[in-house]
């Protein structure tokens, strides 16, 4: 008999997860489409999509934190991040709308949070409630509102000094 969790698996293409650094330069063209599809599927995300030197300026550890998520060499979402004193944070999260509700950001944060020593911060509009949902079931809390009315959240437990 099939069971349910196997059938899932045949209907899902198989997915890769790789370091921004190792893939950036060969999918730069691809992840600033996706950018582009999944901001302009989206409310809450940003007020204008990231361009490809967003994608590639230089930020401590980005490279290696930052993950991309593909399907049959295709980029359908990645998170972007950079070391910080305290850990790291995030800059980006997104996934392809096709493709979204299928656990693929909750991969990439899970993975990020495994490597990531420390206390991972980031950014939330407050009325981006599938992001809110998303972080929270990958263990971040609200720690406060910036001064332009935005959600801080973090996970994690800080370093020992
Ligand atoms: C938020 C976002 C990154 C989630 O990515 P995703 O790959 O679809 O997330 P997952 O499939 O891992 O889902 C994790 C959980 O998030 C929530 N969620 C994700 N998408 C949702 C949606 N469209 N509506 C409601 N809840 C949603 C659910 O709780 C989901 O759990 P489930 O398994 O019960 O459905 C994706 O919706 C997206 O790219 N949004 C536009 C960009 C954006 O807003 N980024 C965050 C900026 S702070």
Not at 13 to 40: I, S, T
């Amino acid at each position: 008999m099939h069971s349910t969790k196997g059938t899932t698996a045949i209907r899902q293409p198989a997915r890769n997860l790789h370091r921004l650094g190792d893939v950036v330069d060969e999918l730069l063209d691809p992840l600033v489409k996706l950018e582009q599809r999944v901001h302009r599927a989206s409310s809450h995300y940003d007020t204008g999509p990231w361009q490809a030197e967003n994608f590639i300026r230089h930020l401590p550890g980005k490279r290696e934190l930052s993950l991309v998520a593909t399907v049959r060499g295709k980029p359908v979402g990645f998170v972007i991040a950079s070391r910080r004193p305290e850990g790291a944070h995030i800059h980006r999260v997104a996934t392809d709308p096709r493709h979204q509700g299928t656990g693929i950001a909750s991969r990439l944060l899970a993975l990020l949070l495994a490597r990531t020593p420390g206390i991972v911060t980031l950014i939330c509009d407050p009325r981006n409630q599938p992001a809110l949902d998303l972080y929270a079931r990958a263990g971040f809390r609200v720690t406060g509102t910036t001064p332009e009315g935005k959600l801080s959240l973090a996970a994690g437990t800080p370093l020992h000094r």
